[in-house]
């Protein structure tokens, strides 16, 4: 059929041109690249690999509202499209819409969890994400830190007129500025220990894994009852031996189970103590 | 497993860095006993300082152990050698090179080192975990202690029977993983 033909001689040459593209991608050609996905899209716009390439183009050119719009284009066209929602993520945080930054960054964050766990994708969006998160902990946690700063001067204040001590010396020692200095060191406990989750600290064993000695990102759990970061116990098994690291007993990568609990308690904890996003 | 000598050396990959600091950090807050790292700006290179066991042939002595971090640690064990003057132990050769044996079915050794409790593993294969054993949740911290135990248990201060011919072959700066162990097992 005629128009069939018209068709599918549109999308091979849609194709050529994505391929043109990503040659001229590859050379830095970035304006090059854009003119020749944007002739893919013209003739087929609704492949969402088009638009998601473009996109990539816009971001290495730092032309954020572009990138916003091609992976919106690609969401409509593929929910599934992890590159789309990653860029997307971050052309929102770029537009410091962090909340929604961190929502797309979580959602390509599971969907390339979901493809190719082992991949330079989702270690790269992790980073992206563990940045977003760090900072909204330390915008939160500072403007928590201040108001229990204010708090705690605004006590120290008033414990202080409660003993009528404004017109003593500060020297003379009596039963009343010693129950003074008793409560004032009970007020301060008080206020260390509401400051607590915000003091950064060492993150505890059980959330971490014990080949990367790190906070747990995609827990997995072994037959021995191991628990394990994904992406390393599975390069374990390639390349060192398809044994569980601890207990050595045979391990095969089909016996690896999302250790959900653990997921669980890691995202409470991160939750409550945002610092340990902190990647160095 | 492959190995490959130690010279010329490939820098550490990000992940045997990140793993490489925190075991640093634990190292500092909870240092195994009778070792002391001395500190350097070198991630890639450890230098630890060894003390004798009290109780031990080795008390009072100190020793130099020196650990080489490959680019893909932990997923390939570190070379780890004492420094000459290496101690004077039935698996341990003059250059430095440790056959890390655990003759731990002596009922005499105490040690038991704690990794092997997790393990579960028969104590015969305890033998090379520097080498063919070699697991990525092993740490310096359990490779330190291990080194300990087997300085621990040993009977007699001598070197390992081949170890003129052994030294010979390795002239050419050969690293200790590449090459192949007869274990003493059955001879101690």
Redesign the interface.
């Known amino acids: 059929m005629v128009l069939g033909s018209a068709l599918s001689a549109a999308a091979k040459q849609a194709e050529q041109l994505r391929k043109d593209g990503n040659i001229y991608f590859k050379k830095d050609r970035f304006g090059a690249a854009i003119d020749a996905y944007t002739e893919a899209i013209t003739l087929c716009p609704n492949v969402p690999v088009y638009w998601t390439n473009r996109a990539l183009c816009h971001r290495k050119r730092n032309d954020w509202s572009k990138v916003e719009e091609d992976c919106r284009r690609a969401i409509q066209l593929d929910h599934s499209s992890v590159k789309a929602h990653y860029m997307l993520g971050l052309a929102l945080l770029k537009k410091k819409e962090l909340d929604e930054g961190v929502k797309e960054l979580q959602k390509a964050l599971d969907l390339g969890r979901g493809a190719n766990p082992k991949g330079y994708m989702v270690d790269e969006i992790w980073q992206e994400l563990a940045k977003a998160k760090y900072l909204l902990w330390e915008d939160a946690s500072s403007k928590r830190s201040w108001e229990l700063q204010s708090l705690k001067e605004a006590c120290e204040t008033a414990l202080r007129e409660k003993y009528f001590l404004d017109d003593q010396p500060e020297d003379f020692l009596d039963e009343g500025s010693i129950a003074h200095m008793k409560q004032l060191e009970a007020l301060r406990q008080v206020f260390r220990k509401a400051g607590e989750a915000d003091v950064p600290a060492?993150v505890p064993d059980y959330l971490c894994c014990?080949?990367?000695?790190?906070i747990f990102r995609d827990p997995v759990i072994t037959p021995s009852g191991v628990t394990y970061e994904r992406a390393?116990i599975l390069?374990?098994l390639q390349?060192?031996?398809k044994?569980d690291?601890?207990?050595?007993e045979p391990l095969d990568q089909s016996q690896l189970f999302p250790n959900l609990a653990i997921k669980e308690a890691v995202q409470a904890y991160l939750d409550k103590h945002g610092w340990a996003y902190k990647m160095? | 497993m492959t190995s490959s000598s130690a010279h010329p050396r490939k820098a550490l990959s990000k992940i045997a860095c990140n793993r490489l600091q925190k075991e640093l950090v634990e190292w500092q807050v909870n240092p195994p006993t009778g070792f002391k790292h001395k500190v350097t700006d070198n991630l890639q290179r450890w230098i630890i300082d060894v003390n004798g066991a009290p109780g031990t042939l080795y008390a009072n002595e100190t020793y130099q152990l020196q650990v080489d971090f490959p680019e893909h640690y932990p997923m390939e064990a570190p070379q780890v050698i004492f420094i000459p003057t290496a101690p004077l132990h039935p698996h341990i050769y003059s250059n430095g090179h440790i056959c890390l044996v655990s003759n731990t079915m002596d009922s005499m050794n105490q040690n038991i080192c704690v990794i092997c409790l997790m393990k579960k593993m028969s104590f015969s294969s305890f033998s090379d975990i520097l080498y063919d054993s070699w697991s990525p949740a092993m740490t310096v911290n359990s490779i330190c202690i291990s080194i300990l135990s087997m300085l621990s248990s040993s009977t007699a201060k001598q070197r390992p029977a081949d170890n003129d011919q052994y030294v010979k072959n390795c002239r050419n700066g050969r690293s200790p993983k590449e090459t192949r162990w007869w274990f003493h097992d059955d001879k101690v």
């Open positions: 060492v014990k080949i990367t000695l790190d390393v390069e374990h390349k060192v031996g044994f690291p601890i207990t050595r160095d």
